[in-house]
């Protein structure tokens, strides 16, 4: 999940350098954060969030044959 998502985010950025993104995996789910330059942060959330929703569908339906849940989060750079 953690390539998918960098190869989706570093596609939408202008510093694709700046994206990092970080998977923690426990029994049940699948925690991806994503985190990008704080002027790249409409570009991966979109207008009233359907970037980050498409972004998150896309990761879901990667993860069905996983049978785990998947949480995708997004910072930017300064926060976490």
Known sequence: MKELVEVIARALVDEPDKV???????????NVTLKVAKDDMGKVIGRSGRIAKAIRAVVKAAATKTDKHVNV????????
């Open 20 to 30: 990092v993104v970080t998977e923690e995996e426990t029994d049940r789910e699948i």
């Open 73 to 80: 989060d997004i910072l930017d750079e300064e926060e976490g």
